[in-house]
């Protein structure tokens, strides 16, 4: 069984961080303010279905202040598990390319210009970079390290349809030709165990992933929150989800068919307890994690193991 230098079955972001910056750095989540074209109106009103109304970035913070205040803020809130004085900045909340370019890179930039932060990740829609945006996305990396977290959940259009991604996989495809084009790092978004998605859908999706270039991979379980449309659809309908274990054999499964070089940012999800309705076991992150690792151990799984090549 291969382990990472971290001890883990895989490549973890924390192995990446160290490796890049020679220490431990810690992720804070800023929101600065934007929206998405599922929620204004442009392509929709309500978000995608199992987004919370905070846009899934309900530890980031927010409001009017200035954006020095923000990290303040944010470093403050990590300060009891931080040993390190540096951060990665998130933009977490909706999507943090969705509006105009020439007001957007500005609070890019003074977020970069702080001490503290050594790099910059933005959360967005594969609909949501023109031309320009990724122009100003390749010039700011070469400031910093700077990432683009792309929320594809899935490869399949049913599935898609049903929870109102939006756009269609040739548009994701296209964003991550784009940012590919100019050296930028791609770390995609997925959702394990998605309404009507069996094991097969799921493998198809994460083997569809494995094959392109990217940077990086993040899973998280489906969350029923009650702050999300999809809190309406489960009440009046409920529908299968998965077990703690079925999520960890899907995991391990998934992990062994990425390429050993793609860095795992994320394996479990973060849904915020007040409003998280189902599945209860996913609040308990470290059991989950313990029980992914445990299983990996005994069954000797590793990331690449079944990885098919591109």
């Not at 895989?10 to 804070?28: A, E, L, T």
């Not at 600065?32 to 074209?37: A, E, L, N, S």
């Not at 001490?115 to 320009?132: F, H, K, N, Q, Y």
Request: charged share 20%.
């Amino acid at each position: 069984m291969k382990l990472w230098p971290d001890s883990k079955p895989y490549n973890s972001v924390n192995n990446y961080y160290q490796k890049i910056f020679g220490r431990k750095v810690y992720k804070i989540s800023l929101d600065i303010g934007c929206t998405c074209p599922t929620r204004d109106g442009t392509k929709g009103t309500g978000g995608c279905t199992f987004c919370s109304a905070k846009g899934s970035g309900d530890f980031a913070i927010a409001g009017e202040t200035a954006i020095h205040k923000k990290i303040d803020s944010a470093v403050e809130m990590v300060a009891a598990k931080s040993s390190s004085d540096g951060y990665i900045a998130y933009l977490q909340s909706f999507t943090n390319t969705y509006g105009p370019v020439e007001k957007l890179v500005p609070v890019y930039e003074e977020i970069l210009t702080d001490e503290r932060i050594l790099g910059l990740s933005v959360g967005t829609r594969p609909d949501c970079l023109s031309p320009d945006m990724i122009k100003e996305l390749e010039r700011l990396s070469r400031i910093k390290p700077l990432w683009v977290e792309l929320g594809l959940q899935t490869i399949h259009q049913k599935t898609a349809e049903l929870f109102g991604r939006g756009y269609d996989l040739y548009v994701y495809e296209n964003a991550v030709s784009m940012l590919n084009s100019v050296n930028v790092p791609i770390i995609v978004h997925l959702i394990v165990g998605l309404m009507g998605e069996n094991y097969s859908d799921f493998m198809e999706t994460i083997d569809y992933v494995a094959k392109q270039t990217l940077n990086g991979l993040k899973m998280s379980m489906l969350h029923i929150l009650d702050d999300s449309p999809l809190y309406k659809d489960y009440s009046e309908k409920p529908f299968p989800l998965l077990n703690e274990l079925t999520y960890i054999e899907w995991v391990a499964e998934a992990i062994t068919r990425i390429p050993p070089d793609m860095v795992i940012h994320r394996i479990t999800g973060d849904g915020n307890r007040k409003h998280l309705v189902e599945p209860k076991w996913s609040g308990h992150k470290r059991h989950v994690l313990n029980g992914l690792h445990c299983y990996m151990a005994n069954h000797g799984m590793f990331q690449g193991l079944n990885f098919e090549g591109k």
